[in-house]
């Protein structure tokens, strides 16, 4: 699958050749605030637990992965976007609710690039499935994350305690519909 260029933005499909590049988002505690309070990743965290959760999910026919994103005049990486079933990681992942997150460095905050590529992310799969849901979770504080998924559309679905094998957290969840 490819994702068209939206009106700033272009992506590209990462593997694991991407270890450098997903280690160097990772080192700023502002960006990691809300996802461990501010610790960066190593990059033996990066290869022995985020690269290969990453190729579990990863189907390149259907469009689940992590997206880079990058300015598409200028080829610069602002971060990236992950879509994937949820509940991946647990014996009941729904393919028919996609899960979408996102991570991007703290210089491109602000601009709206986040939304612009979750939802040209979230267009190009869903066109291309038969994918009900769109979700996303977020720590509650997360209020800039929180504001990505408003902007596209999702609404309050409930506040809980996530479980995950790399740690829990109390989440809130917003969805959205796209069969309507």
Do not use: C
Request: net charge negative; aromatic share 12%; glycine share 6%.
């Amino acid at each position: 699958m490819k994702i068209n260029n939206s009106e700033r933005l272009k992506f590209r499909l990462m593997g694991i050749e991407d270890a450098q590049a997903l280690w160097q988002l990772d080192q700023d505690p502002a960006v990691m605030q809300f996802l461990n309070g501010g610790e960066p990743t190593t990059m033996e965290k990066i290869n022995s637990v985020f690269i290969p959760r990453m190729e579990k999910y990863r189907n390149p026919d259907l469009g689940w992965g992590i997206w880079q994103v990058s300015d598409k005049l200028t080829d610069e990486y602002f971060g990236w976007v992950l879509i994937r079933p949820m509940a991946f990681f647990t014996e009941s992942a729904n393919v028919q609710d996609l899960e979408l997150g996102w991570r991007f460095f703290q210089n491109t905050w602000g601009k709206g690039y986040a939304t612009e590529a979750a939802i040209a992310v979230k267009n190009a799969v869903v066109a291309n499935t038969d994918v009900t849901h769109v979700s996303a979770l977020a720590v509650a504080d997360n209020l800039a994350s929180v504001g990505v998924m408003k902007k596209m559309g999702m609404s309050f679905v409930r506040a809980y305690l996530h479980t995950d094998p790399i740690g829990d957290f109390d989440a809130v969840h917003y969805q959205m519909s796209v069969t309507e």
